[in-house]
């Protein structure tokens, strides 16, 4: 009797190799810090999937020195046409290793597979692609040619793999140096994006600092060294990290928590007019997904005249997902 072995299923854990701890990632290499470990947990099970090294403000110095380092012997200098060569291998290792971080992400994050396989990393290696192409357009375009420095990066739990692209791609393709501090809850895919990056990238252009946002995230904001801070997250913690930044003057973007309403006017509610249909997928599809995005409405504003109306189709279309 034939006995037939078949490969693990697109979505199997088999397909991603998660080790036991991770270090922080400075200056091309993993490295202890000088907390103490904490664990990340997969959310669907409880599970414990990894022990990562906590960082103190010393740690984010080292990193803020080995990219500072970075970009005045290496990256600054280099052609934007340079550049642009390591961000096209990026987005090739993305595409190359999709599967792994697609499974990684979804272990990690909890979100469900298909959208971190079929949108999230797609996405990824797509900005990295499109960065890329601005590497050597950057003087020619307006933004000028010159690159800040070193720029400290925070980002959330909700989408860890995209936020490290919105954050890391353009600072790369401008010149930059980066010390990125992932959420506490989803540090893996931007370890593991670290780890297929290290023999890409030059030593301390990519550094990754893991940790609680109240020491880590805090020591990147008010850190001297640090010429811009970007940060993604909730408002209050946002405003932290600008009250730490203010003391050496460090320019912030900050993509803070919103509480954004849905509005309907009268005319959205035409029998005739397909437009409602459409309107009502978008209120329900946000305000009833699996998890937390920045486009969750709190509250919708409708019409007085309309709103009976309005909340009974609403409700059967809620009642039938």
Not at 16 to 32: A, C, H, P, Q, R
């Amino acid at each position: 009797m034939s006995i037939f072995e078949y490969a693990p299923a697109p979505e199997s854990r088999a397909v991603v190799d998660i080790k036991e701890s991770y270090g922080l990632f400075v200056n091309g290499e993993f490295t202890s810090g000088a907390g103490a470990a904490f664990k990340t947990v997969n959310p669907a099970t409880e599970e414990v999937l990894a022990e990562v090294a906590e960082a103190d403000a010393s740690d984010v110095d080292r990193a803020v020195k080995a990219a500072r380092k970075a970009y005045d012997k290496v990256w600054g200098p280099m052609p934007g046409r340079e550049r642009a060569k390591y961000l096209y291998r990026i987005a090739r290792i993305i595409q190359e290793r999709s599967r792994e971080l697609a499974v990684l992400e979804t272990l990690d994050n909890g979100k469900p597979i298909k959208e971190a396989r079929d949108v999230d990393v797609p996405t990824v290696a797509a900005h990295f692609f499109y960065y890329a192409g601005w590497a050597d357009k950057l003087e020619h375009s307006g933004y000028g040619s010159t690159p800040l420095g070193v720029a400290g990066q925070v980002i959330p739990w909700n989408f860890p793999l995209l936020m490290l692209a919105w954050k890391i791609a353009p600072a790369l393709a401008a010149g930059n140096c980066t010390v990125i501090k992932p959420a506490s809850q989803t540090p893996l895919t931007l370890l593991m994006f670290a780890e297929l990056t290290a023999d890409i990238l030059p030593p301390g252009v990519l550094n990754v600092v893991t940790g609680p946002g109240r020491t880590v995230g805090q020591a990147i904001a008010a850190n001297p060294r640090i010429a811009k801070v970007s940060f993604t997250g909730e408002t209050v913690t946002g405003k932290q990290i600008m009250h730490a930044a203010a003391d050496h003057l460090i320019p912030q973007t900050m993509e803070l928590g919103g509480k954004s309403p849905n509005i309907f006017m009268a005319d959205v509610l035409d029998e005739d007019d397909a437009f409602f249909d459409k309107a009502l997928e978008g209120f329900t599809l946000f305000a009833f997904n699996k998890g937390e995005v920045c486009t969750c409405p709190s509250r919708a504003l409708i019409h007085e005249s309309i709103f009976d109306r309005f909340i009974e189709r609403a409700v059967a279309r809620i009642a039938a997902i």
